[in-house]
């Protein structure tokens, strides 16, 4: 039997190229207004709905006509803020481990593009919130700083995957009682974001 595995991803739209903070521009900023955009409504594409998309294309034109199908997934309420816990994470943490960071001013709630706020800012976006049956949990988030001209001084970005770290589940296991595994991959997943933005600033020079 032929398996056939794949992911329909969305742009990344916003990840850009990293960039690594230097030390001398990190002490050139004296606060930062901490923001983040909204989360994406979590898509979940099961065992059941990826194989009627295989078999889709398969009989609308073979692998070549991938790049022409639609995407398939069901849109689910996103059960926890994914974009606030990866902030409260890094946030809570930075302080301690980098100890030039500036001092950091907090918009309550997510922001549009449009109401971004003058002066320095540090903003997190999460470019892709998907679940699948055989990766788990997927996630891209990036977090970028800009001066108050809006040069980026610091960006960089990261993809989790549940599979990376041995915690594939079904759907179901993940949203059973209440999403609770769900919920406690999306936590561990943010702990994770954190982990990689903090150590990319510790490698700064």
């Given at each position: 039997?032929?398996?056939?595995?794949?992911?329909?991803?969305?742009?990344?739209?916003?990840?850009?190229?990293?960039?690594?903070l230097t030390?001398?521009?990190?002490?050139?900023?004296?606060?930062?207004?901490?923001?983040?955009?909204p989360?994406p409504?979590?898509?979940?594409?099961?065992?059941?709905?990826?194989?009627?998309?295989v078999?889709?294309?398969?009989?609308?034109g073979?692998?070549?006509?991938?790049a022409?199908?639609?995407?398939?997934?069901e849109?689910?309420?996103?059960?926890?803020?994914?974009?606030?816990l990866?902030?409260?994470a890094?946030?809570?943490?930075v302080?301690?481990?980098?100890?030039?960071?500036?001092?950091?001013?907090?918009?309550?709630?997510?922001?549009e593009?449009s109401?971004?706020?003058?002066?320095?800012?540090?903003?997190?976006?999460?470019?892709?919130?998907?679940?699948?049956d055989?990766?788990?949990?997927?996630?891209?988030?990036?977090?970028?700083?800009?001066?108050?001209d809006?040069?980026?001084?610091?960006?960089?970005?990261?993809?989790?995957?549940?599979?990376?770290?041995d915690?594939?589940?079904?759907?179901?296991?993940?949203?059973?009682?209440?999403?609770?595994?769900?919920?406690?991959e999306?936590?561990?997943?943010?702990?994770?974001?954190?982990?990689?933005?903090?150590?990319d600033?510790?490698?700064?020079?």
């Amino acid at each position: 039997m032929l398996a056939v595995t794949f992911s329909f991803l969305p742009s990344l739209g916003c990840t850009g190229p990293y960039k690594a903070l230097t030390r001398r521009e990190l002490t050139t900023i004296a606060s930062l207004t901490v923001v983040r955009y909204p989360t994406p409504t979590m898509t979940v594409e099961t065992s059941e709905r990826m194989g009627l998309a295989v078999a889709a294309i398969l009989l609308t034109g073979g692998v070549g006509a991938l790049a022409a199908a639609p995407f398939v997934g069901e849109k689910r309420e996103t059960p926890v803020d994914f974009g606030h816990l990866i902030l409260q994470a890094f946030t809570q943490r930075v302080p301690q481990e980098i100890p030039e960071w500036p001092t950091m001013n907090f918009i309550e709630g997510p922001i549009e593009e449009s109401s971004m706020p003058t002066g320095p800012i540090l903003a997190l976006r999460v470019n892709l919130f998907n679940f699948n049956d055989h990766l788990g949990l997927e996630t891209v988030a990036t977090i970028e700083m800009v001066r108050a001209d809006r040069e980026v001084i610091w960006r960089k970005w990261f993809r989790y995957y549940s599979r990376t770290y041995d915690r594939v589940r079904t759907s179901d296991e993940f949203m059973a009682n209440d999403n609770k595994l769900l919920k406690e991959e999306v936590r561990f997943a943010a702990d994770r974001m954190a982990d990689v933005f903090i150590e990319d600033l510790k490698a700064s020079k």
